[in-house]
């Protein structure tokens, strides 16, 4: 099983600033994608930025490029969100998930895990 644990959500003020941090543990081979996603009350669950292993890309939401950069350490199985001029908008709950390949019984799998998830609000 792969577990992650997230932190760093909080209350700021419109045009502040959070770093999110989540740090996956468990049975990991590889991890082949991670990132974030946020849900807004109301809404559905959207893509926020995200690394991909295979490729070597990082992918942004279009509302959070030029806000928010993803970052990663790999020696800590960890990727962080840097959120600057945050919005009203851009509150909700956010959340960490990674794609990741482990051995189960000889057998190599993959695996979607998700965090349990870290609320930002943003006050206007």
């Known amino acids: 099983q792969v577990q992650l644990v997230e932190s760093g959500g909080g209350l700021v003020q419109a045009g502040g600033s959070l770093r999110l941090s989540c740090a996956a543990s468990?049975?990991?081979?590889?991890?082949?994608?991670m990132g974030w996603y946020r849900q807004a009350p109301g809404k559905q669950r959207e893509l926020v930025a995200q690394?991909?292993?295979?490729?070597?890309?990082?992918n942004y939401a279009d509302f959070v490029k030029g806000r928010f950069t993803i970052s990663k350490d790999n020696a800590k199985n960890t990727v962080y969100l840097q959120m600057n001029s945050l919005k009203p908008e851009d509150t909700g709950v956010y959340y960490c998930?990674?794609?990741?390949?482990?051995?189960?019984?000889?057998?190599?799998?993959?695996?979607?895990?998700w965090g349990q998830g870290t609320q930002v609000t943003v006050s206007s």
């Open positions: 998930s990674c794609n990741v390949d482990y051995y189960s019984g000889g057998v190599r799998r993959g695996y979607d895990a």
């Open positions: 468990g049975s990991i081979f590889r991890i082949n994608a």
């Open positions: 690394f991909t292993s295979g490729s070597g890309s990082t």
